[in-house]
């Protein structure tokens, strides 16, 4: 399982959302919806970053998230993603503090 097909399996399990589901609430075709979510999540095939932009605001997840190799990366970008602007400047801030 590729790297994108194991977090979109994963975010979309989180939110209990069915391959059809998701797909049809992203764009996709009522009649390919299920088996283009599947082959994606398996691998098999390989989504666009536009449709990945779109599948990221169903779940609201960022793009970048997707592509994350590392778990805890994921999750940081997750909850960096979901925080206000405010709050994100001030995470900004404090990381920036400790990376120099």
């Known amino acids: 399982m590729s790297v994108i ?3 979109l399996k994963a975010a979309r ?3 209990g959302l069915s391959q059809e589901q998701l797909g049809l609430q992203a764009g996709l075709e009522v009649e390919s919806a299920s088996t ?3 082959r994606y999540e398996r691998g098999v095939r390989v989504p666009s970053v536009e449709l990945l932009e779109r599948i990221g605001k169903v779940l609201d997840l960022p793009v970048a998230y997707f592509f994350a190799f590392d778990d805890d990366e994921a999750a940081l970008l997750t909850a960096y993603h979901r925080l206000t602007e405010d709050d994100k400047q ?3 801030a404090f990381a ?3 990376a120099t």
């Open 5 to 7: 097909g194991k977090r």
């Open 13 to 15: 399990l989180g939110t």
């Open 36 to 38: 283009r979510m599947n």
């Open 90 to 92: 001030a995470v900004l």
């Open 96 to 98: 920036m503090t400790k």
